[in-house]
């Protein structure tokens, strides 16, 4: 299936802004569904921020929507989600995914997930 390795987190002040990476393997990221999750210490689980699709279509959840954007680099095997204003509640561990089946099912697609990259938003 591929392995997925997020980078770019890091620690920022509120308003500000990261980029973060996921380098993934060549059939990944021209065919699968990917996403961008993230889990806090209490969080119950990972959280869906946005995904997008192998014909590059993207969904968001409400939380995001204007302010992370995700994008994918076909050439340079890498997926990003840009995150602007940023505030302490975005401090988390952020998973870079992706879905095994056709399709972009997070809960019966056999998803898969990388090792997480930290941010820290302070105020």
């Known amino acids: 299936q591929g392995q997925l390795v997020e980078s770019g987190g890091g620690s920022v002040q509120t308003g500000g802004s990261l980029r973060l990476s996921c380098t993934a393997g060549e059939y990944t990221i021209n065919n699968r569904c990917m996403g961008w999750f993230r889990q806090t210490p209490g969080g119950e689980g990972r959280e869906f921020l946005t995904s997008i699709t192998p014909d590059d279509t993207t969904t968001s959840h409400d939380s995001v929507k204007g302010r992370f954007t995700i994008s994918r680099d076909k050439a340079k095997k890498t997926l990003y989600l840009q995150m602007n204003n940023l505030v302490p509640e975005d401090t988390a561990t952020y998973f870079c995914?992706?879905?095994?089946?056709?399709?972009?099912?997070?809960?019966?697609?056999?998803?898969?997930y990388g090792q997480g990259t930290q941010v820290t938003v302070s105020s």
């Open positions: 995914g992706a879905v095994l089946l056709e399709g972009c099912d997070w809960t019966s697609g056999f998803p898969y």
